[in-house]
């Protein structure tokens, strides 16, 4: 997953996407790749534990819930919605880009 992270960006990048933008498209603690991202970015070298992904590193829901199940559920749905909806925008931006493109080239 982090290698697809990896390939978005350069695509962005390539496609001259400004850091700003490209950093609004990542996604964030609500997801696990994007608390894998966190933790393993800010977490202390001198006592820094690789582990394999885990909801215990995804933000917990705002609303408190009954059972771990349930809890679970929830973490699953808003880190669905939070990836649909990061990928409409890198696809909104790429598809912007290579509009744009094509006008200022004559559509070649």
């Known amino acids: 997953a982090s290698g697809l992270l990896a390939g ?3 695509a962005l990048q390539a496609q001259g996407i400004t ?3 490209r950093m609004k498209l990542l996604p964030d603690r609500h997801t696990v790749i994007g608390a894998m991202a966190q933790y393993i970015s800010s977490a202390d070298s001198k006592v820094f534990q690789p582990m394999n992904a885990n909801f215990g590193l995804v933000a ?3 609303r408190k819930f009954k059972g771990k199940a349930a809890r679970i559920q929830a973490v699953i749905a808003e880190s669905l919605e939070q990836i649909d909806r ?6 909104n ?3 912007e880009e290579s509009t744009e493109n094509n006008e ?3 559509g070649r």
């Open 60 to 62: 917990a829901p705002e």
């Open 93 to 95: 931006f790429l598809t």
């Open 8 to 10: 978005w960006q350069a």
């Open 19 to 21: 850091t700003e933008d």
């Open 104 to 106: 200022l080239d004559g």
């Open 86 to 91: 990061l990928a409409s925008l890198r696809y």
